[in-house]
C-alpha cells in the first residue's frame, strides 16, 4: 500500500465532494441547520397547543340546571367557566366544551355524576383531569361533613399519607430523552451525510465514465477503495460533528425555545460529553462509508444507486430508534448490535451513564464492522462484472 | 515494449451466454511507433485496450508492457502506460490542472517537477485560457486535449489511447494528431484505436484490424495493401470485413 496514492485519492474525492452541492447540503446544511430548527419550530407547535389546550379545557357544559347542593360551587371553585347547554354531551361532541357535567341516578337509586369527555382531545383530556380533582375535592368535604354529624374523627378518612421521593438526580430525565433524541439523530444524519458522497464516488463515477481512468492509474484497487472510503468516512464524521456541535449549542444555550430548554431540564452538554460521543461515533462513520460504497458499486448510475440505498436508511432507522424508547437498558448484548450500540452509547453518555465495558463492547465491535466492511468493498471492488456492469 | 500472446477475453453474460471478446489476439508495439487498432463497433478494440491497461483481466494468453506482466505485475504496467478512455474520463469538478495534478501525484510526480510539467503540457496542448476553469464547463475539445495531458502527465513510455479523435473538430484533431507524432518521434510507443480511416492511414506505423474479437491482419500499409490487392485503407478494411464499398461501387 502506497500511502501518497492513498492521499492523493482522498484529497481528490474531498476537493470533489466540496465542490458538489448535493453533499454540502446533507453534510453541512441540515446539521447545523435544519436539525436545531427543527427542533425550535417542534417545540413552538407543541408549547403552543398545550396553551390553546389548557385555555379550552376550562370551558365545561352543564344542564340549566345542577340539583346536587354544592355542584356547581365545586365546579366554579375548580376553574371551570360553566356554560348552560341544552345537550351537553353533543357541546363536547362539536368541541363547544371541553367537557360536560350531568346529573343522574346510578341503577341502585344513588346520586350519579356523569362526565362527557373526548379523550382523543388534548383539552378535554386535560378537562378531565381537572374535573376528577373538583369532584374528589367536593366528595372528601361532603365525607367530611357527615362524618363530623356522626362524631366520627375526620382523620380517619387519611389514615396514612404517601410520600414519593425521586432517586434520580435532578436533570437526570431529561438528559437521557435528550441523549436518545441525539443518538438518533446524529446516526441517522451521519448515515444520510455520506449517502451521497458514497453514491458519487461509485455509481457517479460510473455514470461519468471516470473509473475506468482512475483504476489505469497508477494506484492500486486496495489504495482507491481506501481513499474513498476514507472521504466518505470523513464526510460521516464531519456531518456527526457539526450535528453534534450545533444540537448541543442549540440545547443548552435556549435555541430551540425557552419551553423546550426548560421541558428539557435547562440542561448543559459540556465538552467532555462532546468528545465521548464524537468518539462513539468514529468506527460507525467508517461502517456506514464501507457498506454504503460497497452497495453504490453495484449500481450503473447515481440514480440507481439511491433506491438501493433507500432501503438501507430506512433499515437504520429502526436499531437508532431503540436509543429513544424509553425502558430500554443497555445490555452487553445490545452493545453488540450494529446502530442500536452507538444510538444507545450517545445515549447513555448524554446522560452520565455510560460505563466503560460498554463503551469498549460497542466501540470495539463497531471497529470490527468497519474492517469487515472495508475487506467487503475491496473485495467488490477487485469484481470486473460490478465495475463494469452493463 | 508491448508483446500480446494469444489474450482473450470471455464474458460470461446472463442473456447471451459467454462472449468472446477477444480471442487469441497476439501482437507486438516498438518504441517510436504508432500501432493503430481498427474494427467495427463491437470488434474487441477497446477490450484489447483495456486489457493492455489493466483495468480488466484476461481469461487467456498474456502480456506485457515495458517487460511487465499485465497480470502479475498491475501496478508497474499502470506506472508504465498513459491511458485515454473513449470517454475522455474528466472529472467535472476540477480543473484541468487539478486534474493534471492529480495524476502526476498518482504517477510519483511532486512538487516543482510535477508544476514544470503540467505548465509543458498545458503550453503543449494550449490549454492555457482555460487551464483553471473546471472541465464542466469546458467544450469537447479542450475537455480532449486535457484528456490527452492527463494521459501523458507523468511522461509515460507506453500510450494507449482509445479514440482520441473522437467527436472533435478538425483544427482540434489536427492538434492531437500532431501531439501524437511528436510523442512517437521523442519515443513514445503508441497504441490507439479509431474509426476515422484518413487519420489512421496518416499516423500509423502499422495497423492492426480486429473483427468479432480476432485479429484478422497486421502490418504497414504496404503489407495491408499487398495482402488484400486494395489501394486505400478504407477498401483494405471493408474488404477484410467482407462488406462491399457502395462508394467505389457508385463510383464504377
Redesign the interface.
Known amino acids: 500500500m502506497n500511502p501518497?496514492?492513498l492521499l492523493?485519492?482522498y484529497?481528490?474525492e474531498m476537493?470533489?465532494m466540496v465542490?458538489?452541492r448535493r453533499t454540502m447540503f446533507s453534510m453541512v446544511l441540515v446539521p447545523i441547520i435544519a436539525m436545531p430548527l427543527l427542533f425550535k419550530v417542534a417545540g413552538y407547535f407543541l408549547t403552543t397547543s398545550d396553551k390553546q389546550a389548557e385555555a379550552q379545557a376550562v370551558v365545561l357544559a352543564i344542564p340549566e340546571r345542577l340539583a346536587m347542593p354544592g355542584l356547581e360551587d365545586a365546579l366554579r371553585a375548580g376553574g371551570f367557566q360553566l356554560q348552560v347547554s341544552d345537550d351537553p354531551r353533543a357541546a363536547v361532541e362539536k368541541k363547544k366544551a371541553a367537557a360536560a357535567v350531568v346529573e343522574a341516578q346510578s341503577p341502585t337509586g344513588d346520586p350519579l355524576v356523569r362526565l362527557y369527555v373526548d379523550r382523543t382531545r388534548t383539552a378535554s383530556d386535560k378537562a378531565s383531569d381537572k374535573l376528577r380533582v373538583a369532584l374528589d375535592s367536593l366528595k372528601t368535604e361532603k365525607v367530611r361533613a357527615a362524618l363530623a354529624g356522626s362524631g366520627v374523627p375526620v382523620k380517619v378518612l387519611t389514615p396514612f399519607t404517601v410520600d414519593r421521593v425521586d432517586v434520580a438526580p435532578k436533570g437526570k430525565k431529561g438528559k437521557m430523552e435528550l441523549g436518545g433524541m441525539i443518538g438518533y439523530i446524529v446516526v441517522l444524519l451521519m448515515f444520510s451525510g455520506c449517502m451521497y458522497p458514497a453514491l458519487d464516488m461509485t455509481a457517479g463515477e460510473k455514470e461519468?465514465?471516470?473509473?475506468?481512468?482512475?483504476?489505469?492509474?497508477?494506484?492500486?484497487r486496495q489504495e482507491i477503495v481506501l481513499g474513498k472510503i476514507l472521504a466518505a468516512s470523513t464526510a460521516a464524521f464531519i456531518t456527526a460533528v457539526l450535528n453534534v456541535l450545533s444540537l448541543s449549542y442549540a440545547f443548552s444555550s435556549g435555541a430551540i425555545g425557552k419551553d423546550m430548554h426548560d421541558a428539557l431540564g435547562n440542561m448543559q452538554v459540556d465538552g467532555r460529553v462532546i468528545a465521548l460521543v464524537l468518539l462513539a461515533v468514529l468506527p460507525t462513520a467508517v461502517t456506514a462509508a464501507a457498506v454504503m460504497i460497497t452497495i453504490s458499486a453495484f449500481a450503473k448510475s447515481f440514480k440507481e444507486g439511491q433506491s438501493y440505498l433507500t432501503p438501507l436508511m430506512m433499515l437504520v432507522v429502526f436499531p437508532a430508534i431503540v436509543g429513544l424508547m424509553p425502558g430500554v437498558e443497555a445490555s452487553a448484548g445490545l452493545m453488540l448490535l450494529p446502530v442500536v450500540n452507538v444510538s444507545q452509547l450517545i445515549k447513555q453518555v448524554v446522560s452520565g451513564e455510560a460505563t466503560a465495558v460498554n463503551f469498549g463492547i460497542s466501540f470495539g465491535s463497531n471497529l470490527v464492522y468497519a474492517t469487515i466492511a472495508f475487506l467487503v468493498a475491496v473485495r467488490i471492488f477487485q469484481r470486473?462484472?460490478v465495475l463494469?456492469r452493463s | 515494449m508491448i508483446r500480446v500472446e494469444s489474450l482473450s477475453k470471455t464474458f460470461h453474460d446472463k442473456k447471451r451466454g459467454e462472449v468472446h471478446a477477444l480471442e487469441s489476439v497476439s501482437l507486438e508495439v516498438h518504441p517510436r511507433e504508432i500501432f493503430g487498432v481498427l474494427g467495427p463497433n463491437g470488434a474487441g478494440k477497446t477490450t484489447l485496450l483495456r486489457l493492455l491497461a489493466t483495468v480488466l483481466a484476461p481469461t487467456g494468453g498474456t502480456a506485457s508492457i515495458n517487460g511487465y506482466d499485465i497480470v502479475r505485475e498491475p501496478a508497474k504496467v499502470r506506472a508504465s502506460i498513459g491511458f485515454l478512455s473513449g470517454d475522455m474520463g474528466l472529472y467535472g469538478r476540477l480543473t484541468p490542472r487539478e486534474i493534471l495534478r492529480l495524476f502526476g501525484e498518482l504517477g510519483g510526480m511532486r512538487g516543482g517537477a510535477l508544476e514544470s510539467r503540467i505548465a509543458e503540457m498545458v503550453a503543449l496542448l494550449e490549454m492555457q485560457s482555460y487551464a483553471d476553469t473546471r472541465a464542466d464547463k469546458l467544450s469537447t475539445g479542450m475537455r480532449q486535449r486535457a484528456a490527452i495531458a492527463r494521459a501523458m502527465v507523468h511522461d509515460p513510455p507506453v500510450l494507449i489511447l482509445d479514440e482520441p479523435s473522437y467527436g472533435l473538430d478538425v483544427p482540434t484533431a489536427r492538434l492531437i494528431e500532431k501531439f501524437i507524432l511528436d510523442a512517437r518521434n521523442r519515443g513514445k510507443c503508441i497504441v490507439f484505436s479509431t474509426h476515422v480511416m484518413e487519420e489512421a492511414e496518416y499516423l500509423c506505423d502499422r495497423i492492426a484490424v480486429i473483427h468479432e474479437g480476432r485479429l484478422r491482419i497486421t502490418g504497414t500499409m504496404e503489407d495491408l495493401r499487398a495482402a488484400t490487392g486494395k489501394t486505400r485503407l478504407r477498401e483494405i478494411f471493408l474488404n477484410l470485413l467482407g462488406i462491399p464499398d457502395t462508394r467505389m461501387e457508385a463510383h464504377a
Open positions: 501518497f496514492a492523493t485519492i484529497r481528490k476537493l470533489e465542490r458538489d461519468r465514465r471516470t473509473l475506468e481512468i482512475l483504476l489505469a492509474a497508477p494506484a492500486s470486473e462484472d463494469f
